[in-house]
């Protein structure tokens, strides 16, 4: 299934900085998937993932982040 997602709603982690930093993906969050592409290349393929799917992702990062595991 292909999913529509409007220029507005992506957004670039606010670690990714200025010039290289840029290089980075972004999200565009729906009711019931997130969306992501590659910022350096907007037009080209996005993934989407079931929203609990991308949360349990993004936990396990900051799990290990933290140290923790």
Known sequence: ???TVAPD???RSSYSGSGDGNNCVE???HP???SVR???APTRAVLT???P???GFLSGIKS???GRS
């Open 1 to 3: 299934m292909r999913h």
């Open 9 to 11: 709603n992506w957004r």
């Open 27 to 29: 999200v565009a969050p």
């Open 32 to 34: 019931t998937h997130i």
């Open 38 to 40: 590659d910022s350096k």
């Open 49 to 51: 993932f079931p929203t």
């Open 53 to 55: 799917a991308f949360a």
């Open 64 to 66: 290990s982040a933290s």
